[in-house]
C-alpha cells in the first residue's frame, strides 16, 4: 500500500504526539522531529534534528572535474533558516494540540545573551559521502546547534572551524549486552533518544539507527526505532551480522520505519554499491517495521570523470521486488509512504 506524506501537518498531528518525518529535498536530507516527555521542562514539545542537509546546489569530492553530483530537483526547504520554520510550525500545531487536551503549556525560554535556543535541537550526519555531507547547506545552520557525526564526517567537519559542539556517534559492537550502550558518554542528545551507525559489508552499506524512548499513559517504556539504510544491506544473510545481532537486542524495541531505496547504483560494470528494492524488502521484512519510507531514491545528476564513467543507476519497483521474493505477495502486504519534496509524515 502506497502512501504520500502532506505539506498540512496539522491535518495528520494527533495528540499523544508522534514522531514527525520531514523531507527537506526529496532525497536522503529530512527533519526527524521526536516527541519530548511531556514534563520535561522544555519549551518545545519536540526534539528537532535536521538529518544530512543537501538543500541547495551541486556538490564535489575532491574536485568538480572528478566528482559532481546535483539534485534531480531543487529542495523545498532550501536553507538552515527554512528548516528553523517548518521546525516553528510543527511546534505551533503541537502546542495548540497540547492546549485543546488539556496537558498544561511549556514554558517559555526567554533568550539569554547569544544562547542558542532552537527550534533545531541537533544536527546528525552519519556518512561522510559527498551527497550525505554537504558543508555549503551546513554552514547555513546555526554555528552553535550541537552536531553529532560518525566518525569520518566529524573529522571532515572539524576542519573547517564551524561548528561549535561536534560529537561522534559509535559504531556497533557486536559484543554489546545492550543497544543502550552504543550511547557516548559526551553524546549531547537527550537520554531518551539514541543513535548509531552498524556497519555492513562495504563503508556504503551500514545502517543508521535513531531510537526513541518514551513513556506511555499505562507507565509502560517503550522503544521505537527509525532505521535508516541509504545505500541497502546484503548481510542480513549472516546470523552473526550486527544488523542482525541488532535486530535481537534487549531491551526490546520496534522498528517503527525503514528509511530505504528502490533503485540499485553501480561502480563499474559489475559492482553494485547500492543494493535498491530487493535489499530493502528483506529489511523491510526482516525488521518487521511498521513503514518502509522511500529515501535516497531521486535521479542524482552524475557529472565529472569519475561519476561519467564508472557509475550509473537502475531504477527499480516495489512490485519488481515483491516479483522476486520466494513467496508471491502484493505491494499492498508493504506499508510503503513517498513522503515527497518538502512534504510531512507522521508515524503513527
Not at 544488523?243 to 563499474?268: C, D, N, V, W
Not at 531514491?297 to 557529472?303: P, Q
Amino acid at each position: 500500500m502506497k502512501t504520500e506524506g502532506t505539506k498540512d501537518v496539522a491535518a495528520s498531528l494527533q495528540w499523544p504526539l508522534r514522531p514527525v518525518l520531514t523531507s527537506l529535498n526529496g532525497d536522503h536530507s529530512w527533519l526527524f522531529s521526536f516527541p519530548r516527555p511531556e514534563k520535561d521542562g522544555h519549551h518545545q514539545h519536540f526534539y528537532h534534528v535536521a538529518f544530512e542537509p543537501w538543500l541547495f546546489g551541486g556538490t564535489t569530492e575532491i574536485a568538480e572535474w572528478l566528482v559532481h553530483l546535483s539534485l534531480e530537483k531543487d529542495a523545498a526547504i532550501p536553507s538552515g533558516d527554512a528548516v528553523q520554520e517548518v521546525a516553528t510550525d510543527i511546534e505551533r500545531i503541537a502546542a495548540r494540540l497540547a492546549e485543546a487536551h488539556g496537558s498544561g503549556t511549556r514554558p517559555v525560554q526567554e533568550k539569554r545573551g547569544d544562547e542558542y535556543i532552537g527550534p533545531i535541537d541537533a544536527i546528525a550526519v552519519l556518512f561522510d559521502g559527498p551527497d550525505h555531507l554537504h558543508r555549503k547547506s551546513l554552514e547555513t545552520f546555526d554555528k552553535r546547534i550541537p552536531l553529532v557525526a560518525s566518525k569520518e564526517a566529524s573529522d571532515k567537519i572539524k576542519a573547517w572551524s564551524y561548528f561549535e559542539s561536534i560529537s561522534v556517534i559509535a559504531d556497533w559492537d557486536n559484543s554489546a549486552e545492550t543497544w543502550q550502550s552504543m550511547r557516548p558518554p559526551s553524546s549531547p542528545l537527550p537520554s531518551w533518544l539514541t543513535t548509531f551507525k552498524i556497519p555492513g559489508e562495504g563503508i556504503l552499506n551500514f545502517v543508521g539507527v535513531f531510537i526513541w524512548s518514551h513513556t506511555l499513559p499505562s507507565g509502560e517504556e517503550v522503544h521505537e526505532a527509525i532505521l535508516e539504510s541509504p545505500h541497502g544491506t546484503q548481510t542480513l544473510e549472516s546470523e552473526t551480522s550486527g544488523i542482525q545481532t541488532f535486530l535481537r537486542m534487549t531491551p526490546a524495541f520496534k522498528p517503527l520505519a525503514l528509511l530505504h531505496g528502490l533503485k540499485e547504483s553501480f561502480t563499474t560494470r559489475w559492482w553494485r554499491t547500492t543494493h535498491g528494492a530487493e535489499a530493502g524488502l528483506k529489511l523491510y521484512r526482516k525488521s518487521g517495521s511498521n513503514y518502509w519510507i522511500l529515501s535516497h531514491n531521486s535521479a542524482l545528476g552524475y557529472n565529472g570523470l569519475v561519476m561519467w564513467s564508472m557509475v550509473w543507476d537502475v531504477k527499480r519497483t516495489l512490485d519488481w521486488a515483491l516479483g522476486r521474493e520466494e513467496e508471491a505477495t502484493k505491494s499492498a502486504d508493504v506499508n510503503f509512504v513517498d513522503v515527497g519534496n518538502g512534504n510531512s509524515f507522521v508515524l503513527v
